[in-house]
Nanobody, 127 residues
Framework: QVQLVESGGGLVQPGGSLRLSCAASGFTLDAYRIGWFRQAPGKEREWVSCIARSIGGTLYADSVKGRFTISRDNARNTVYLQMNNLKPEDTAVYYC????????????????????WGQGTQVTVSS
């Protein structure tokens, strides 16, 4: 009954923007650390960003820092990834994940730490 569902992907030109959503059911999302990952064809899964529990902070991979923003909407039980100034190298399937364990501060960059995963949403950045 625990589910994460991503949405918001699509085709966008370089320099454009998308907002990805990660909607949770079966649990209260703000009690979990949430991560965003991506995987391009032929490449390993790459950590993008994560957000700690309610008063914790956020972290970003160097490749997206200053362009992407992760946030929570507790009323909607949803986490978002706002992606601005998209580049062709951002093309990938994007996944959200929830970590049930972990402390109150910080969040995990290691995909092995996460307990629940969504199905992914495709983001393609191309002229």
């Amino acid at each position: 009954q625990v589910q994460l569902v991503e949405s918001g992907g699509g085709l966008v030109q370089p320099g454009g923007s998308l907002r990805l959503s990660c909607a949770a059911s079966g649990f209260t999302l703000d009690a979990y650390r949430i991560g965003w990952f991506r995987q391009a064809p032929g490449k390993e899964r790459e950590w993008v960003s994560c957000i700690a529990r309610s008063i914790g902070g956020t972290l970003y991979a160097d490749s997206v820092k200053g362009r992407f923003t992760i946030s929570r909407d507790n009323a909607r039980n949803t986490v978002y990834l706002q992606m601005n100034n998209l580049k062709p190298e951002d093309t990938a399937v994007y996944y959200c994940a929830a970590q049930e364990t972990g402390g109150y501060y910080g969040c995990a960059e290691d995909h092995r730490k996460y307990d629940y995963w969504g199905q992914g949403t495709q983001v393609t950045v191309s002229s």
